[in-house]
C-alpha cells in the first residue's frame, strides 16, 4: 500500500500549490541562490542503516532495503574490496535444431572454428574483409542453431586464436554470462547474409563492412490518421512552473577514497585501477571523496548534487517542483564481467530512494543503457519463447519502485512492465508524458542486429504512435522522455529507428509534441527536429526541440550538473533553461572536514544566447534555429556553447576552427542518424 505521503494525488496537489514561478522569477531573475555549499559529512539520513559509515577517508556502505523484492542487499555486492569478475545470473539460448553427443558436438565446433580460421587468413577463396565475416557468420549461424551451448566458449577460442582482441578481453567479452549467449541469440536468429550480417560486421570491426545506408521509412499506413490541416501549438497560459532534469547519475557504491583517480583505462577511483605509467602500488592521483573527471558518482557527491537542487533552484523546504524528468543511466561503468542483476537492481534502488528522500514533487524516470545486464542489451517481445522475455526482471523491478514512490499508478506501472519500462502518463498539470526504452535504438544493443530492415520489431514505436494519436484526439500536449538521443553526430543509434522516429516527431509536431528529451552524452546539448525529415532547414521548418542534459557525474572530463526549466502550464514550452554545476577541478583541494563542494549557477539559457529573441516567446525549435544561424555569423557564440557542453569543465576541448564550429552547428540541427552523418566532421 502507498503512503499517504507518496499517494501520486498528493504530490501532484503539492506541486500545484508550491511550484508556480513567481513574476519576478518570470521575468529573468535568478531562479534561486547563485552558489551553494554543500554541508560537510554524509547526510546519513538518506539510508535507514548502514555495513559501513561513511567518514572524509571512506565512501558510506548502506544496508540497502528493496522494498519491491524484500531483501536486503549484502555488502559484498558492493564493496570497493570484494568486487566480483563473474555472476551466477540465468543465460538464454535459442532452442537447438539438433541433438549431438558430447564428442560429436566437439568435433562440430573444432571443424567450424577451423574454417573460420581458414576464412580469416584467406586461404579459404574469399577476398574482402566484408565477404570473409559475412562467410564467418553464415558458419556461426549454423552453429548456433545447431549447438547453442557450445557457442560462447567457441567464441573465445575463436577471438583468441585470431588474435581479434586480448585473451583477457576475449574471455570477459564472450563468455555465456558477458555477452557470449547473447551473440548466439543474435547469430541463430539474424539474416547473416543479408543487411543483418552487414551491421553485425560493422559492429566488430568498421574495417570489416561498412554501416549499411539509411532505409528510407515507408510512411503508408503507419499513422492511424492523417496529420491535421494547419497544426499549431496551443496558446501559453502565461503561468510557469519549474521542472527539474536530473540524467546519468551513474552512482558508483564501488568508488574507493585515495584510489587510482588518473588511471590508464577503465573507470577510476576503484581499488583494482592503475597508472601503467608508474610502478605497481603508487598512485598518481589520489582519488578524493566527492569524485574525479575519469570517476563515476560516489555516494558523497550524489547526495551533495541532491542538497543542492533545493537552494539553486529556490524549490526548498515542503515545497515541490512541478514535476521531475530523469532521462537514464543510474548504474556505474563496470566492465560487464563485473556487473549483475542484482547490482544493477541495487543501485535502481538506491538512487530512487535518494530522489524520494530530496526531490518532491512526481518524477517520471527512464531507462539508460546501463540500466540492465548485460549492459546496453534488451529484447524485444517477438523473440521466440523465453527470449521475448529475458530482461521483464528489470522492468517489473522499476514499475514496482516507481509505483511505491508515488510517481507513476498502478495502471501505468502495469503499462511499465508490458513496454519494456515504458509508460506514458497525464500529469496533474495536464501534460502527457512519454517515456521511451531507447535501447530499440541503441546501436550496441547487439539484439537489434536481429530483423534490421524493421525498424519496429519491438513494437516501440507503435506504441509512441498510438499514444501520440490518442493525444491528438484529446488535444493533449506531450513531452517525450529517452535515453539515448538520436542524432547529433549519428554515432550512438542505429539510422532506420531514428528515421522512423524522426517521421513520427514530424506527424505529431508542433501542435502535440512540446519537447523531446535525452541524456547519454553526459554533455549539455541541444537538437532540432524539421519537417519533411530535415531536407530543408530553416526557421520556418523547425518545429521540436531535442534537449540532451547534463550528467550528474564526472565521467569523462566533465562537471556535475543538473537543470531546471521555466515550462508555461497551457503550451507546456519551455520559457528558459536554468543550468547549475560543481568545478570537479577543485575537488582535490576541498578541505572536506570544513565543506562539501560548491554547486554555482551556470547560466540562464534565454540570456546566455542574446538574438534579440521576444520574452513572450518560448525557447522552442524556433528559437533554436535562430541560435545556430547566430552562431554561424558570430564565433563567439560557438565558445559560449562549446563551454556550456562541458559544464564550463577545464578539460572540454576547444571548438576555435571553422570545421569544429560548422560541425557543431550542423550537430545541433541533426536529429537523427543520417543527418548527422552527413555532417562535416571537426
Not at 567450424?112 to 559475412?134: D, F, L, M, Y
Not at 588518473?262 to 605509467?277: D, Q
Not at 520574452?615 to 565558445?639: C, D, F, G, I, S
Amino acid at each position: 500500500m502507498l503512503s499517504i505521503a507518496r499517494c501520486p494525488i498528493v504530490l501532484g496537489l503539492a506541486a500545484l500549490l508550491s511550484s508556480v514561478v513567481p513574476s519576478s522569477y518570470a521575468q529573468g531573475t535568478a531562479p534561486g541562490a547563485s552558489s551553494f555549499v554543500v554541508p560537510p559529512g554524509f547526510p546519513t539520513s538518506v539510508f535507514s542503516s548502514y555495513y559501513v559509515k561513511a567518514v572524509p577517508t571512506q565512501e558510506p556502505q548502506p544496508a540497502l532495503y528493496d522494498p519491491v523484492l524484500n531483501l536486503t542487499y549484502p555488502l559484498n555486492l558492493t564493496s570497493p574490496n570484494t568486487i566480483p569478475t563473474s555472476d551466477n545470473d540465468p543465460v538464454y539460448y535459442p532452442p537447438a535444431v539438433a541433438n549431438l553427443t558430447s564428442a560429436t558436438a566437439t568435433a562440430f565446433i573444432n571443424t567450424a572454428i577451423a574454417q573460420i580460421i581458414e576464412i580469416v587468413a584467406g586461404t579459404g577463396g574469399i577476398s574482402g574483409n566484408c565477404s570473409k565475416c559475412v562467410a564467418a557468420l553464415n558458419i556461426g549461424k549454423v552453429v548456433a542453431q545447431v549447438v547453442p551451448e557450445r557457442v560462447p566458449d567457441a567464441m573465445v577460442a575463436l577471438c583468441q586464436a585470431t588474435g581479434f582482441a586480448s585473451n583477457s578481453t576475449c574471455k570477459n567479452t564472450y563468455t555465456a554470462g558477458s555477452y557470449g549467449a547473447i551473440w548466439t541469440q543474435i547469430l541463430a536468429l539474424a539474416d547473416v547474409s543479408g543487411q543483418d550480417g552487414l551491421y553485425i560486421c560493422n559492429s566488430l570491426s568498421s574495417n570489416f563492412c561498412k554501416t549499411p545506408y539509411t532505409l528510407p521509412t515507408n510512411t503508408t499506413g503507419l499513422f492511424p490518421k492523417p496529420k491535421p490541416a494547419n497544426a499549431k501549438a496551443p496558446k501559453a497560459s502565461g503561468k510557469r512552473v519549474k521542472v527539474l532534469h536530473l540524467s546519468d547519475f551513474h552512482l558508483d557504491p564501488r568508488y574507493f577514497v585515495s584510489s587510482e583517480a588518473n588511471c590508464s583505462s577503465g573507470l577510476c577511483c576503484r581499488t583494482t585501477a592503475s597508472n601503467s605509467g608508474l610502478p605497481k602500488g603508487q598512485i598518481s592521483f589520489p582519488a578524493p571523496l566527492y569524485g574525479a573527471y575519469k570517476c563515476d558518482t560516489p555516494y558523497d557527491l550524489g547526495t551533495a548534487a541532491l542538497q543542492a537542487i533545493g537552494p539553486l533552484t529556490g524549490v526548498t523546504g515542503k515545497e515541490a517542483f512541478a514535476w521531475s524528468i530523469y532521462t537514464g543511466d543510474l548504474v556505474a561503468h563496470d566492465p560487464q564481467n563485473q556487473l549483475s542483476l542484482a547490482f544493477v537492481e541495487y543501485t535502481e534502488t538506491a538512487i530512487f530512494d535518494m530522489f524520494k528522500d530530496y526531490i518532491n514533487g512526481p518524477v517520471f524516470p527512464v531507462l539508460g543503457n546501463h540500466d540492465s545486464n548485460p549492459e546496453a542489451i534488451d529484447g524485444p517481445h517477438s523473440l521466440p519463447g523465453p527470449l521475448g522475455q529475458q530482461f521483464s526482471w528489470n522492468y517489473d523491478h522499476v514499475s514496482s519502485l516507481w509505483q511505491t514512490n508515488g510517481w507513476i499508478d498502478a495502471a501505468t506501472a502495469a503499462q511499465a512492465k508490458l513496454h519494456y519500462a515504458a509508460y506514458s502518463i497525464k500529469n496533474h498539470y495536464g501534460l502527457r508524458v512519454i517515456t521511451l526504452n531507447t535501447d530499440f535504438w541503441y546501436r550496441q544493443n547487439y539484439l537489434n542486429f536481429i530483423n534490421t530492415t524493421r525498424p519496429d520489431t519491438s513494437g516501440a514505436f507503435t506504441f509512441l504512435i498510438n499514444e501520440l494519436q490518442a493525444a491528438e484526439d484529446a488535444k493533449e500536449r506531450v513531452w517525450i522522455l529517452g535515453h539515448v538521443l538520436t542524432g547529433w553526430d549519428g554515432s550512438n543509434p542505429l539510422p532506420n529507428p531514428t528515421d522512423l522516429f524522426y517521421q513520427i516527431v514530424d506527424r505529431y509536431s508542433p501542435h502535440v509534441i512540446a519537447g523531446i528529451f535525452f541524456g547519454h552524452t553526459h554533455e549539455d546539448q541541444v537538437m532540432i527536429y524539421y519537417a519533411n525529415n530535415g531536407t530543408v532547414q530553416n526557421a520556418s521548418t523547425a518545429q521540436t526541440p531535442g534537449w540532451i542534459g547534463p550528467s550528474v557525474t564526472p565521467l569523462t572530463n566533465l562537471n556535475s550538473g543538473f537543470r531546471l526549466y521555466e515550462v508555461d502550464t497551457g503550451s507546456f514550452d519551455i520559457y528558459d533553461a536554468h543550468t547549475f554545476y560543481a568545478d570537479v577541478n577543485s575537488f582535490p583541494g576541498l578541505n572536506v572536514s570544513a565543506s562539501g563542494p560548491t554547486y554555482k549557477f551556470e547560466y540562464s539559457t534565454r540570456q546566455a544566447y542574446p538574438i534579440g529573441w521576444p520574452e513572450t516567446a518560448p525557447l522552442n525549435a524556433t528559437y533554436w534555429h535562430r541560435v545556430t544561424e547566430a552562431m554561424e555569423r558570430n564565433r563567439t557564440l560557438v565558445k559560449t556553447f562549446n563551454t556550456f557542453q562541458g559544464k564550463s569543465s577545464v578539460k572540454s576541448p576547444n571548438c576555435t576552427s571553422d570545421a569544429c564550429a560548422k560541425a557543431k552547428v550542423c550537430y545541433m540541427r541533426s536529429g537523427s542518424v543520417a543527418l548527422g552523418k552527413a555532417c562535416p566532421q571537426g
